[in-house]
């Protein structure tokens, strides 16, 4: 009887030593595993045993973002799915939805987040701005309002800066593959 008891002991000290999965970490878990990711989207996990934190690069394939490569980092906190992941652009970018910052504005990572969206819903969505910026929420209002006004001097601000010109007195960082 001793025995069974001092087994027990030991297993419980074995299980207060591992850390326990947050809920967060569950759901993330299995968002990534339902992930069904396009060629131009791939995700890096820095610290594999921490899938809270990670970066997308989307590298559209159409549109006038075509040829860049974009890395996005994911902050995942414990409230997931509660609450979104928090995202933002590693590289100044000229975008209409994206600030020198790197925030981004897409409607389902602030207001029209719900807890049955999952990190592919995100995905796409982050995809989505690149093949459809939208002035009407803009982040950056300048660049919104080239889009909105020139295009086609928008069109060329974007070529540029992907290049990593400066474009009124910012600079933007190459993002061209080739």
Known sequence: ML?????KKNEDAAAKKKPKTSAAQIRVQKDLTELDLPPTMKTHFPDAT?????????????????GGAFN??????????????KVKCLQTIYHPN????????LNILRE??????????????????????????????EAAEELRKNREQFLYNVKSSMRGANIKGVHYDKVLEH
């Open 3 to 7: 025995k069974i008891l001092s087994m």
């Open 50 to 66: 921490n899938l809270l934190n990670f970066t997308l690069t989307i590298t559209p394939d159409e549109g006038m973002y075509q």
């Open 72 to 85: 996005f980092s994911f902050n995942i906190n414990s409230n997931y799915p509660h609450e979104p992941p």
């Open 98 to 105: 994206v600030d020198l910052e790197g925030n981004v504005c």
């Open 112 to 141: 029209d987040w719900k807890p049955v969206l999952n990190l592919n819903s995100v995905m796409v969505g982050l995809q989505y701005l690149f093949l459809e910026p939208n002035a009407d929420d803009p982040l950056n209002k």
